[in-house]
């Protein structure tokens, strides 16, 4: 069974960084978008960033408007992993944040949407 395990959440102070990772457990056929979402307490899930898998030229980028110029979003293929590069770090990105992915598990499955457990990401002085 597929999963997505996040890593490298915690605490932080304003101004600091953090780089969360999220990889596929298992040997897969191909993901197609990935991306990042957050839900701080007493709000909804919002997209924070996601990247198309963009084959030879490179993935196709979205970033909530919170996030531009701060956070970057990168992707390595061959691992099926996503990173969020988080920098500029703020009180209000103070969220759990999930991975999410779209995969094909084989040659002959259709897209299935995904989601990671979660990680905690803390801002505060």
């Not at 500029?88 to 999410?100: G, I």
């Amino acid at each position: 069974q597929v999963q997505l395990v996040e890593s490298g959440g915690g605490l932080v102070q304003p101004g600091g960084s953090l780089r969360l990772s999220c990889a596929a457990s298992v040997r897969i056929f191909h993901i197609n978008t990935m991306g990042w979402y957050r839900q701080a307490p007493g709000k909804q899930r919002e997209l924070v960033a996601d990247i198309t898998s963009g084959g030879t030229s490179g993935g196709i980028t979205v970033y909530a408007d919170s996030v531009k110029g701060r956070f970057t979003i990168t992707r390595d293929n061959a691992q099926n992993t996503v990173y969020l590069q988080m920098n500029s770090l703020k009180l209000e990105d103070t969220a759990v944040y999930f991975c999410n992915a779209d995969i094909r598990v084989g040659l002959f499955s259709n897209y299935d949407n995904y989601w990671g457990q979660g990680t905690q990401v803390t801002v505060s002085s």
